[in-house]
């Protein structure tokens, strides 16, 4: 089973990720994504996508023409862990 990250854990990544915001709700983190057009969006998207395969770790996320709202948590850790701060980097080194 996937651990979720401790309180001190949690408070280091959110120090690492400043384009992320924390919901407290939730133990999961979000970030929005914004392109010049639906072109550029919906490539990010797939790169992501590919991204998340090979990692088999999803986001949940939606798209709106050139908008892209990205929410990460670990259901089985029943919260947010390693995996969701590792994919966090990852979509902010394809979105840089």
Request: proline fraction near 3%; glycine fraction near 2%; hydrophobic fraction near 45%.
């Amino acid at each position: 089973m996937i651990e979720p990250l401790s309180e001190e854990e949690r408070a280091d990544a959110l120090d690492a990720l400043p384009d992320w915001d924390y919901d407290e709700a939730r133990d999961a983190i979000s970030r929005r994504l914004t392109f010049a057009d639906f072109s550029e969006a919906f490539a990010f998207m797939a790169r992501v996508a590919l991204l998340a395969e090979k990692m088999d770790h999803h986001p949940e996320w939606s798209n709106v023409y050139n908008r892209v709202d990205i929410t990460l948590t670990t259901h089985d850790a029943g919260g947010l862990s390693t995996r969701d701060v590792v994919m966090a980097e990852a979509i902010d080194t394809i979105a840089a």
